[in-house]
């Protein structure tokens, strides 16, 4: 299960409405280990493409060294889908290389990029390993730390 905080949340679905009609990407970082998406980070699509994201070489090289630096790891990578629903391509699949992340896509589909929209955003989020996909819950919290003291 995905366990996500609303602001991260809100920041994913605001990245994907912004850079609609084109497909947004990043990742939200956080401590190895933690399974805590804490530090969103908003990638360049290089692709500046409607049907496809790609991570700029030079982008993601700087953003591991950082990540690496810190001690954290990709928690989630996210990129929207602006046409289809949110579940991964075969090109998504052939491309997921970190199997302890959660590959979150928000479909942008039918006017869910405008923020006039009122009806919800298709936020769906993935374990991809091997070529397997499996889709997993998620939920959205005010904060990490509602989750912990529920949780005692």
Do not use: W
Not at 65 to 90: F, G
Not at 96 to 125: C, I, K, M, N, W
Request: glycine share 6%; net charge negative; charged share 30%.
């Amino acid at each position: 299960m995905l366990v996500i905080e609303k602001s991260t949340y809100d920041a994913i679905v605001a990245h994907a409405r912004k850079d609609h009609p084109d497909e947004a990407c990043g990742v939200v970082a956080g401590a190895e280990g933690s399974d805590r998406a804490t530090r969103f980070l908003p990638m360049l699509n290089a692709a500046m493409s409607p049907t496809f994201y790609e991570f700029d070489s030079g982008d993601l090289f700087r953003l591991y060294k950082e990540l690496d630096e810190r001690d954290e790891e990709p928690v989630v990578i996210y990129h929207s889908h602006t046409a289809t629903e949110a579940y991964p391509s075969r090109t998504d699949i052939n491309l997921a290389q970190e199997p302890g992340a959660h590959y979150v896509l928000v479909s942008t589909r039918d006017g869910a990029d405008s923020p006039a929209y009122d009806g919800s955003v298709e936020f769906r989020s993935y374990r991809i390993v091997d070529g397997e996909v499996t889709e997993e819950e998620v939920r959205v919290v005010g904060s990490y730390e509602e989750t912990s003291e529920g949780e005692h």
